[in-house]
């Protein structure tokens, strides 16, 4: 537990707009010291007196809220939660071997709604979510997930187009993607 003690301000405490009165163009020159005596950096005494050295305006307080409600605003924490904002689908890529695996997620949706295309080291899934209501329904929440989506996906070897093999059941998608042999080291001889 942390306890904070105050001290009491000295009896010479004055605000650094007291000493604007007094002394105005101190103040122009951003100067937030006091000028009495007994504050003075020029006394060296020690009259346990202590200054506050800055004062914030309340305007720079105000200008702070300000940016901090644009920047809310700006953000999407008011738009709807359940669109997908990130990358979707999720993908797991492997390496086994020479060859890629990629497993990716796609719950409620239909294998006959997925395009997948695949060039040198490009993997391209697209696809269409479909979530339908029956008329006359009321949704009074709505975190399912639907529209078009379309990822791409670079891969750290050139895959051979002719040999992918994709298979889908339950809704995850599992992509064999072989190393295409133009991209595989070759044994040079020397003579």
């Known amino acids: ?14 605000s650094p707009l007291d000493s604007a ?25 020690s009259k346990g007196c202590s200054m506050i050295t800055a004062f914030a305006d309340p305007f720079d307080a105000l200008l702070s809220l300000q940016r901090e409600l644009e920047a809310r605003f700006a953000s999407d924490w008011l738009h709807d939660m359940t669109t997908s904002r990130g990358p979707f689908p999720p993908i797991n890529v492997f390496q086994q071997g020479d060859d890629i695996l990629a497993l990716m997620e796609l719950p409620g949706i239909d294998k006959n709604d997925l395009q997948i295309q695949a060039q040198a080291n490009t993997i391209r899934i697209s696809g269409r979510k479909r979530v339908d209501y029956s008329n006359g329904v009321s949704v009074h929440r709505r975190e399912r997930v639907s529209g078009e989506f379309d990822r791409t996906l670079s891969l750290p070897v050139q895959v051979d187009p002719d040999r992918i093999k994709a298979q889908y059941r339950d809704g995850l998608l599992a992509l064999f993607l072989p190393r ?12």
């Open 1 to 14: 537990m942390l306890i904070v003690r105050r001290k009491p301000l000295p009896q010479c405490w004055h």
């Open 21 to 45: 009165k007094e002394h105005p163009k101190s103040i122009a020159r951003g100067a937030t010291r006091s000028t009495c005596d007994c504050c003075s950096p020029r006394d060296t005494s």
């Open 180 to 191: 295409a042999e133009s991209d595989k080291p070759h044994s040079i001889k020397i003579k």
